[in-house]
């Protein structure tokens, strides 16, 4: 079971993009996927590292991205099975990512 989370930014206020331009948001938003990616390295459980190895992110468009890992197990040990507990790394690990780009001044467009 692969586990693959697509991000989208869907811009829906003219004001907010004078503000921002796409550009300066592109970086912060790269920047943001970057520390999701790490972080969810980091707290991937570890047995041989396979998953861990496997996490990795394309930017299939403007302002979209898919983050996924290819180890074929990745979402088992985010959601569990019924012999085995869950153990979330991705959920958590944007969310910890999603906190440090807002503490940095990003915003969802």
């Known amino acids: 079971m692969s586990f693959k989370v697509d991000i ?6 003219r004001r907010a993009m004078r503000e921002t331009s796409t550009l300066t948001h592109r970086r912060m938003t790269d920047e943001l996927i970057e520390t999701f ?3 969810a390295k980091e707290r991937s459980p570890v047995r041989i590292g396979n998953n861990k190895s496997s996490i990795s992110y394309t930017p299939p468009g403007v302002l979209h991205w898919r983050v996924a890992t290819h180890s074929g197990y990745g979402g088992w040990l985010e959601f569990g099975t019924e012999r085995m507990p869950a153990r979330p790394y991705f959920a958590p690990a944007f969310q910890i990512a999603n906190k440090e780009f807002k503490a940095k001044g990003g915003r969802w467009i």
């Open 37 to 39: 990616v790490e972080i």
């Open 8 to 13: 989208k930014i869907v811009d829906h206020s």
